[in-house]
Nanobody, 115 residues
C-alpha cells in the first residue's frame, strides 16, 4: 500500500513563507509524477505544482514565481516552498503521486493565510 503523508501546514500572515513536505512510503523516483494540489472551501481541487521523474516541473499560473516544487532525495520527500503567500492561497494542500494509471493521495494539510 502506497502512503503519502503531508506536513508543514499552518497559519501564517500574508507575505510570509511556508514549506510543505510530502513523505512517501516508497521511493519518490518510483512515481511517474508527483505533485501538490489544493482545495479551498466550496471550490474544486486544483493543481498547484507537479514534478516528473525526470525533473520537469509545472505550475499553476496563480503560483508561478512564488512557489517552488522540489525533491529531497535524502529524505525521500517532495517539497513545496511557498513564498509571498496571499489569503487566496488558503486551502487544504494535498500531495499526489501517480504510477502509470494508479493515483495516490495524501490526507492533506491545512494552510491558512491571514490578511
Amino acid at each position: 500500500q502506497v502512503q503519502l503523508v503531508e506536513s508543514g501546514g499552518g497559519l501564517v500572515q500574508a507575505g510570509d513563507s511556508l514549506r510543505l513536505s510530502c513523505a512517501a512510503s516508497r521511493s519518490i523516483f518510483s512515481f511517474d509524477v508527483m505533485g501538490w494540489y489544493r482545495q479551498a472551501p466550496g471550490n474544486q481541487r486544483e493543481l498547484v505544482a507537479t514534478i516528473t521523474r525526470g525533473g520537469t516541473t509545472n505550475y499553476a499560473d496563480s503560483v508561478k514565481g512564488r512557489f517552488t516544487i522540489s525533491r529531497d532525495n535524502a529524505k525521500n520527500t517532495v517539497d513545496l516552498q511557498m513564498n509571498s503567500l496571499k489569503p487566496e492561497d488558503t486551502a487544504v494542500y494535498y500531495c499526489r503521486g501517480q504510477i502509470i494509471l494508479y493515483v495516490y493521495w495524501g490526507q492533506g494539510t491545512q494552510v491558512t493565510v491571514s490578511s
